[in-house]
Structures are given as C-alpha cells and as structure tokens.
C-alpha cells in the first residue's frame, strides 16, 4: 500500500522560508515521478515543482528560482524548500507520486497522494 506523508508546513512572514518534506512507504521515489502540488483558497490544484526517476526537475514559472526539490533514495523522502516566500504561496501542498516517469507536472499522471499541509504566508 502506497503512503504518503507530509511534514513541515506552517506560517511565515513575507519573505520566509519553509521546508516541507514527505515520507513514503510503498513506493519508490526513484522509481517514477514524484512532485508538490498545491492548492488555495478558492483555487484549482496546481503543480509546484517534480522530479522524475533521472532526477530532473520541472517547476512552476511561479516559484522558479525559489523553490528546490529534492528526493533522497536511501530515507525515500521527497522536499520541498521554499525562499523568499510570498503571500501567493499561501495554499494546502500536497506531495504526490506518478506512475510514469516523465517529470511533467500534470495532474492526472500522480496516482498517489497525500493528506497534504498547510502553508500560509503573511504579508
């Protein structure tokens, strides 16, 4: 059984930063994509960031340059770092995982998911 959990998330300033991490049971996070998705208030989910089973990664244009992920085969972890936050980041992420290994951040590829922690920042 495929498990996801996330850690990490909380409230911040303007500016701040964050490290959300997910631990996974079940699966392999080298063995397909896995990526952060998030959603806020009275928004559809979107993509953040993912990293296919190469180790390459895809970002959102919006947190480009903010924002790194990162996966650990041996803890099969997946993080998520997040600088120089900005009220817009405000949302519910949630990590998930594919079953295709392309890195690509659409939703319907990610099979898993999980419960998800919040993030909010204030201005």
């Known amino acids: 059984q495929v498990q996801l959990a996330e850690s990490g998330g909380g409230s911040v300033q303007t500016g701040g930063s964050l490290r959300l991490s997910c631990a996974v049971s079940?699966?392999?996070?080298?063995?397909?994509?896995v990526g952060w998705f998030r959603q806020g208030p009275g928004k559809q989910r979107e993509g953040v960031a993912a990293?296919?089973?190469?180790?390459?990664?895809t970002y959102a244009d919006s947190v480009k340059g903010r924002f790194t992920i990162t996966k650990d085969s041996a803890k099969n972890t997946l993080s998520l770092q997040m600088n120089t936050l900005k009220p817009d980041d405000t949302a519910m992420y949630y990590c998930?995982?594919?079953?295709?290994?392309?890195?690509?951040?659409?939703?319907?590829?990610?099979?898993?998911w999980g419960q998800g922690t919040q993030v909010t920042v204030s201005s």
């Open positions: 998930a995982a594919a079953n295709v290994c392309t890195g690509a951040l659409v939703l319907q590829w990610y099979k898993y």
């Open positions: 079940g699966y392999g996070v080298t063995s397909y994509s």
């Open positions: 990293i296919n089973c190469f180790g390459t990664t």
